[in-house]
């Protein structure tokens, strides 16, 4: 058999004085829109300030100024003074940057002292060098053979050469002796070892030490004096035919 149903309890009723839901026209009841107009809203109490309103009090006119003011503001202003004629710009410059002071020369120093001319280097056989030597300057052509000599000098020794100066330049061994000087002693070695070497009559000197100028002469007196290592550089002229 089906389960006998459940009993709905019913609702509650609402009490005295519940107004119940308003009409759906938002009116009172038994009142329309179409019936009769709205009522009237409530006047507004007038109240005790209203009576103590005082209207703003009217605005004065300002006062007009006499005539005689009046044409003086409207009368033209006198003419301002003409301006200065401009000043040209060289005046400007000249004005700008007045002339410097004159200087005033001094003394000065003392002008330095020439110095005394060196003497002159004596060449050989007693002549000037400057006089007659001359930078080496072999003719184009001329294929000759560049030698050296290396050997010791006593001091006090003579070397045995006797020197001139030569047709390309330099100096020119006029002579050479063979018995008791310096280049005695490195020609006795070469012809024991390189023939070549030997110092020869026509051999151009070149170079003694690190000079090869006019003062070779010179520097082979003062090894001769003092004594040490002479190196020469030596160049002969090709046999000829």
């Known amino acids: 058999p089906a389960p006998a149903p459940v009993p709905v309890p019913a609702p509650a009723p609402p009490p005295a004085d519940f107004p119940g839901p308003p009409p759906a026209s938002g009116y009172p009841a038994g009142?329309?829109?179409?019936?009769?107009?709205?009522?009237?809203?409530?006047?507004?109490p007038v109240?005790?300030?209203a009576g103590a309103y005082q209207p703003p009090a009217p605005v004065a006119a300002p006062a007009q100024a006499p005539a005689q003011t009046l044409a003086q503001a409207q009368?033209?202003?006198?003419?301002?003074?003409?301006?200065?004629?401009?000043?040209?710009?060289?005046a400007l410059a000249h004005a700008a940057c007045p002339p410097p002071p004159p200087q005033v020369q001094g003394p000065g120093p003392p002008p330095a002292p020439t110095p005394?001319?060196?003497?002159?280097?004596?060449?050989?056989a007693g002549h000037q060098s400057s006089s007659g030597f001359k930078p080496f300057n072999p003719p184009q052509g001329i294929a000759g053979r560049y030698y050296h000599a290396d050997f010791e000098v006593?001091?006090?020794?003579?070397?045995?050469?006797?020197?001139g100066y030569g047709e390309y330049g330099a100096l020119?061994?006029?002579?050479?002796?063979?018995?008791?000087?310096?280049?005695?002693?490195?020609?006795?070695?070469?012809?024991a070892?390189?023939?070549?070497?030997?110092?020869?009559?026509?051999?151009?000197?070149?170079?003694?030490?690190?000079?090869?100028?006019?003062?070779?002469?010179?520097?082979?007196?003062?090894?001769?004096?003092?004594?040490?290592?002479?190196?020469?550089?030596?160049?002969?002229?090709?046999?000829?035919?």
């Open 31 to 44: 009142v329309s829109p179409f019936s009769a107009a709205p009522p009237a809203p409530a006047p507004v």
């Open 47 to 49: 109240t005790a300030h």
């Open 75 to 90: 009368a033209p202003s006198a003419a301002p003074p003409p301006l200065p004629a401009p000043v040209p710009a060289t």
């Open 116 to 124: 005394a001319p060196a003497p002159p280097v004596q060449g050989p």
């Open 154 to 163: 006593y001091a006090g020794e003579k070397m045995g050469l006797q020197l």
């Open 172 to 191: 020119v061994v006029k002579e050479v002796k063979e018995h008791g000087v310096a280049a005695t002693r490195w020609n006795s070695r070469c012809s």
């Open 193 to 241: 070892t390189y023939p070549e070497d030997r110092i020869r009559v026509a051999d151009y000197l070149l170079t003694v030490g690190k000079t090869d100028n006019a003062s070779m002469y010179a520097e082979l007196k003062k090894l001769c004096e003092t004594g040490g290592d002479m190196f020469l550089v030596l160049w002969r002229p090709p046999t000829p035919p």
